[in-house]
T-cell receptor, first 111, second 113 residues
């Protein structure tokens, strides 16, 4: 079964410190992975998708198939980064299928 | 703005009642998804429709049902409501070939009292 694990419910860092939000997945095929961000119970916004290898708001994430991980990183945290972050995997591994979400990690950036 | 529109934004209703949540997907998107977000369960996938037909089913209760209409908008019907159904209900849409990205609406806050 496909599964996404975000081991940390809450992560607190100081402004300017590096951030790493962990995500591990369980999927037997080729995964399609995403990071979504949610500010104050608003809608989920796409942050990153592994297929495009882009960097948004200074965040990057690399798919490590050997470790089945897709950790989200940012070298210098900003206060406006405080939000809920969800790692997600396409059910069935392909597009036009539902996303399975991890439980989320709340990032709190302290001034 | 993701282009996915949900109504109502907020809804308060009593236990045992029935409500309908409405979603208009992004222009051109054929797939609509419904998710439930609660404090204790996180984001739970409920159901997906593709071009009017049910495509995938998740943790949707029998008291809940959904449909997608010919104009591609979707409705989620919640009946015999219980206190535990209080949650934020998200609709999302996607289209094949657009990077497989799913775009979310603002959500409908349901409070059952």
């Amino acid at each position: 079964a496909q599964r996404v694990t975000q081991p940390e419910k809450l992560l607190s860092v100081f402004k300017g410190a590096p951030v790493e939000l962990k995500c591990n997945y369980s999927y037997s095929g080729s995964p399609e992975l995403f990071w979504y961000v949610q500010y104050s119970r608003q809608r989920l916004q796409l942050l990153l998708r592994h297929i495009s290898r882009e960097s948004i708001k200074g965040f990057t994430a690399d798919l490590n198939k050997g470790e089945t991980s897709f950790h989200l990183k940012k070298p210098f945290a900003q206060e406006e980064d405080s939000a809920m972050y969800y790692c997600a995997l396409h059910l069935g591994g392909s597009g036009n299928t539902p996303l399975v979400f991890g439980k989320g990690t709340r990032l709190s950036v302290i001034a | 703005d993701s282009g996915v529109t949900q109504t109502p934004k907020h809804l308060i209703t009593a236990t045992g009642q029935r409500v309908t949540l409405r979603c208009s997907p992004r222009s051109g998107d054929l797939s609509v998804y419904w998710y439930q977000q609660s404090l204790d369960q996180g984001l739970q996938f409920l159901i997906q429709y593709y071009n009017g037909e049910e495509r995938a089913k998740g943790n949707i209760l029998e008291r809940f049902s959904a449909q997608q209409f010919p104009d591609l908008h979707s409705e989620l019907n919640l009946s015999s409501l219980e206190l535990g159904d209080s949650a934020l209900y998200f609709c999302a849409s996607s289209t094949l070939g657009a990077g497989n990205t799913i775009y979310f609406g603002e959500g409908s806050w349901l409070t059952v009292v």
